[in-house]
Nanobody
């Protein structure tokens, strides 16, 4: 059983930044996806990181303000959130997903999930 734990969420004013960390209980070449779920909305993909290739992909709607990268250990994946907007409020999740090398994963393509970390952006 793979375990994932997100951390780093919190409350921030619009325009601020947060750094989220996904800690994964295994090592290896993984496809780690970041997702968010806003209140009353479906879970949507932000992007993903291929730990074996050191490469990130982003959904078109999330490109620009969010950056995914390797953490200090190769079982850590970082999601940097910059210039946050009120609409970015939600629960942020990481997950391990099937190994896809040319696009972001769908929710249905990810098998193990963390419990999420909340992000609240206020005006």
């Amino acid at each position: 059983q793979v375990q994932l734990t997100e951390s780093g969420g919190g409350s921030v004013a619009a325009g601020g930044s947060l750094r989220l960390t996904c800690a994964i209980s295994i090592y290896g070449a993984l496809n780690v996806g970041w997702f968010r779920q806003a209140p009353g909305k479906e879970r949507e993909v932000i992007g993903n990181f291929l730990t074996g290739d050191n490469k990130a992909f982003y959904s078109d709607s999330m490109r620009g303000r969010f950056t995914i990268s390797q953490g200090n250990a190769n079982n850590r994946v970082i999601l940097q959130l910059d210039n946050l907007e009120i609409e970015d409020t939600g629960i942020y999740f990481c997950a391990t997903c099937i190994l896809i090398r040319d696009r972001t994963p769908r929710v249905s393509e990810c098998n193990y999930w963390g419990h999420g970390t909340p992000v609240t952006v206020s005006s």
